[in-house]
């Protein structure tokens, strides 16, 4: 999921070797203490149209050092584009994997209640956050399951790192209680509500094959997958 983000937020110079440099740096130094060194890679994003981005992402059996490694990507990837939500499905991987960083500001409202003060500027508006540094508070959700959400509806202009460029209104249950394994594999279960419920329901959807555009009316996305159709083969030209 992206958020219009304010200029500043813009990431750090982050380190990103190549490919080649990884596989190098494995091979010289596989493990110290037996604990793998910690190399991030910036992984490219599958856009739509995709039939990936329409593929059931399987659960995860184990959470190993390779989980571990391939949310470390995610999360870089997610820094990088900006985005404050990204499902392994958009990198390629078809498995029930998630991250998520609201990356609120350390002065704004931060409660994420969907007031439109503390969301990120997700519709926009920036107002009193214009001085505040984002707080990067990622999280990690493996096979997450929804197991509680409220009636009362909330609406969120939504965009989307797999459909870049466009953002629409999206109505989705206000607050929900997800069940979910976290870094480490500990089953965690948490209550979510403002950005972070919707979020997480938006990021949800796409282990299951579902991108926000399907929440919208059939006119709109199909003109949102014709453009984004054409602006592939002009890249590809
Ligand atoms: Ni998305």
């Known amino acids: 999921m992206t958020a219009q983000l304010p200029p500043h937020s ?12 990884i596989c190098d740096f494995r091979a010289l130094d596989p493990a110290r203490d ?7 890679a910036i992984r490219p994003i599958i856009t739509a149209p995709d ?3 329409k593929q059931v992402s399987a659960p995860v059996k184990a959470v190993t050092d ?3 490694a391939l949310m470390d990507d995610m999360l870089e990837t997610m820094y990088d584009a900006p985005g404050i939500g990204l499902a392994a499905i958009q990198v390629g991987v078809p498995q029930r994997i998630l991250v998520i960083d609201l990356q609120q500001p350390s002065n704004g ?3 994420g209640d969907g007031d439109g003060d503390g969301d990120g500027g997700i519709d926009g508006i920036n107002d009193e956050r ?3 540094e984002p707080v990067r508070n990622p999280q990690y959700f493996i096979n ?3 197991i509680k959400s409220s009636d009362d509806v909330a609406t969120y202009q939504e965009g989307c790192l797999s459909v870049p460029e466009f953002f629409e209104d999206v109505d989705r249950p206000a607050t929900c209680t997800v069940k979910y394994l976290d870094y480490d594999g500990n089953e965690q279960v948490q209550d979510m509500d403002g950005l972070m ?7 949800m959807d796409h282990l299951n094959g579902i991108l926000f555009v399907d929440h919208l009316s059939r006119l709109k996305r199909n003109m949102i997958l014709k453009k984004l159709k054409k602006q592939k083969a002009l890249n590809a030209a």
């Open 34 to 40: 037996g604990s793998y060194l910690i190399i991030m």
């Open 130 to 132: 214009d001085d505040a």
């Open 10 to 21: 813009a990431p750090d110079a982050a380190f990103s070797p190549t490919s080649a440099e």
């Open 197 to 203: 419920a919707t979020c997480i329901q938006h990021e």
């Open 66 to 68: 390779e989980t571990r």
């Open 51 to 53: 039939p990936l981005l």
């Open 144 to 146: 997450p399951e929804i």
């Open 109 to 111: 409202d931060g409660d």
